[in-house]
């Protein structure tokens, strides 16, 4: 089964502040977070694996709450290069990972 | 460059024409799987491997084949090509049984069958 994302979109002015959740039905091994341009291939932004940690790069930054089975990707004081549609991936076991339907993100100046 | 790298870029089949969609990596990744984009749908897999002589299924394996003979290359083989496969196709690797790395994508395959 997919991970569910939401908000499937979102319109931001540059500096503002977004936060993109994923959750699941079953429990997880693993959260994959992922960039796609328009097309272009998705690229890689952080993992997360259980134990509930939180990874930053650069001013995105992602939490990992095993036991609700969700994940939070958190883009703050958002640069025009933010926009595109963001991916979360959830492995149940290691190496069956499913993607969720993405997040389309637009920043205006 | 070191990289995921997907032939052909573009493809039109005809309806119950086969082909092959090559994907080959150079970072020595146990782990290469297939994926498909269809709009609204995010990225759903296909086949996956984590080494040379092992496959296995994904979620919508029905109408592709795949074989891993070698570390670098994982093609995706159709059987019979549907209009329902046109799509988008992605190859993607990584290193096998380790935490922290993430997936590298190739630059796809569209495929349209008419």
């Known amino acids: 089964q997919q991970p569910v994302q939401s908000p499937q979109a979102v319109i931001l002015r540059e500096g503002e502040d977004a936060v993109i959740n994923c959750s699941s039905s079953?429990?997880?091994?693993?959260v994959h977070w992922y960039r796609q341009k328009h097309g272009e291939a998705p690229v890689f932004l952080m993992i997360l694996l259980k134990g509930g940690e939180q990874k930053g790069h650069e001013k995105i930054s992602a939490s990992f709450n095993e036991k609700k089975q969700q994940s939070s990707l958190y883009l703050t004081a958002s640069q025009l290069s933010y926009s595109g549609t963001y991916f979360c991936?959830?492995?149940?076991?290691?190496?069956?990972?499913?993607f969720g339907a993405g997040t389309r993100l637009t920043v205006k100046p | 460059n070191a990289g995921v790298t997907q032939t052909p870029k573009f493809q039109v089949l005809k309806t119950g024409q086969s082909m092959t969609l090559q994907c080959a990596q150079d970072?020595?990744?146990?782990?290469m799987s297939w994926y498909r984009q269809d709009p609204g749908m995010g990225l759903r897999l296909i086949h996956y491997s984590v080494g040379a002589g092992i496959t296995d299924q994904g979620e919508v394996p029905n109408g592709y084949n795949v074989s891993r003979s070698t570390t670098e290359d994982f093609p995706l083989r159709l059987l019979s090509a549907a209009p329902s496969q046109t799509s988008v196709y992605f190859c993607?690797?990584?290193?096998?049984?380790?935490?922290?790395?993430?997936?590298?994508f190739g630059s796809g395959t569209r495929l349209t069958v008419v």
């Open positions: 991936g959830t492995e149940w076991f290691r190496d069956d990972m499913r």
């Open positions: 079953k429990a997880l091994y693993s």
């Open positions: 970072m020595n990744h146990e782990y």
């Open positions: 993607a690797s990584s290193y096998h049984g380790q935490p922290n790395y993430g997936y590298t």
